[in-house]
């Protein structure tokens, strides 16, 4: 029999990892060429993951559980190394200490990721496989918050002369804006699981924005591919914000089920 524990991990680490290489690629990309010493720490995490998904690939859902807890742990601390180096990197830029091309946002955005991947590591160690029906409304903001940096993102490197995009962009973004801040006001009221209606109101409602925002970037993505607009956005950027919103779909699906099972 698997064990959900096992599967779960594998899981997130297949996914986040992945992640957090890319955010040592992007950051990398947005350094300038003075910048060598920045440009081969993120060459280093770049390297870091790769060496963990090569061990994830050696893994499987039956593997002995205390091997992935094991691995769980060292995969940890490979997220905590990477989180602080983005904040020391957004600690720099808000000092203006460097100038470059990523936003103070998307590093901050990038460690909260980061943050968010070594905390779910550690619950998965301590057993929890699913967040309480009280936690759910957090995880909501969590990833609410992602998408919509995401939408602001997009509309920000989009060439100006894209103006339908733009607009686009724009509008998720002040739909996502909304959503977290109807989200962030039921988690102050903290309804405990008896309101279970109301948390299962939020989920479809966030289910439906994310899909629509899913389908616009797996469009703007497909055009980026095809060079058919004019943006300053990484091909691989496109297909990362897209392979998000695809995760926070499955993660209300699994919020569903832990509901039905209260």
């Known amino acids: ?42 060459q280093h995490f770049i390297d870091l993951f790769e060496r963990i998904e090569e061990k994830l690939s050696r893994l499987t859902v039956n593997s002995e559980p205390r091997l992935v807890q094991a691995f769980n742990n060292e995969v940890h601390q490979a997220a905590v190394a990477i989180w602080a180096y983005k904040r020391k990197v957004l600690g720099m830029t808000l000092r203006c200490e ?26 998965l160690n ?27 993102f997009i509309g920000h490197l989009l060439d100006p002369s894209e103006r339908k995009l733009v607009d686009q962009a724009r509008e998720f973004s002040h ?59 990484h091909p691989l950027l496109a297909d990362h914000t897209f392979r998000e919103a695809e995760r926070f779909l499955e993660i209300i699906d699994l919020y569903e089920a832990t509901l039905e099972n209260v």
């Open 1 to 42: 029999m698997v064990n959900p524990i096992v599967a779960r991990s594998l899981d997130e680490i297949r996914f986040w990892s992945r992640i957090m290489k890319e955010h040592a690629f992007f950051l990398s990309l947005g350094f300038t060429y003075d910048q060598k010493q920045l440009i081969a720490e993120a």
């Open 98 to 123: 460097i100038r470059h091309n990523n936003y103070p946002l998307l590093i901050d955005h990038i460690s909260r990721e980061a943050a968010y991947f070594a905390n779910r590591l550690k619950e």
């Open 126 to 152: 301590a057993g929890v496989l699913a967040p309480k029906p009280d936690d759910i409304i957090k995880e909501n903001v969590f990833f609410l918050k992602i998408m919509a940096d995401h939408a602001k």
């Open 175 to 233: 739909d996502f804006d909304q959503l977290l801040y109807q989200a962030i006001d039921l988690e102050h009221m903290k309804p405990q699981s008896k309101t279970i209606p109301l948390l299962d109101q939020m989920l479809d409602q966030n289910r439906v924005s994310v899909k629509s925002l899913r389908d616009f970037k797996k469009t703007a993505r497909e055009l980026i591919e095809a060079c058919r607009i004019k943006s300053n956005i």
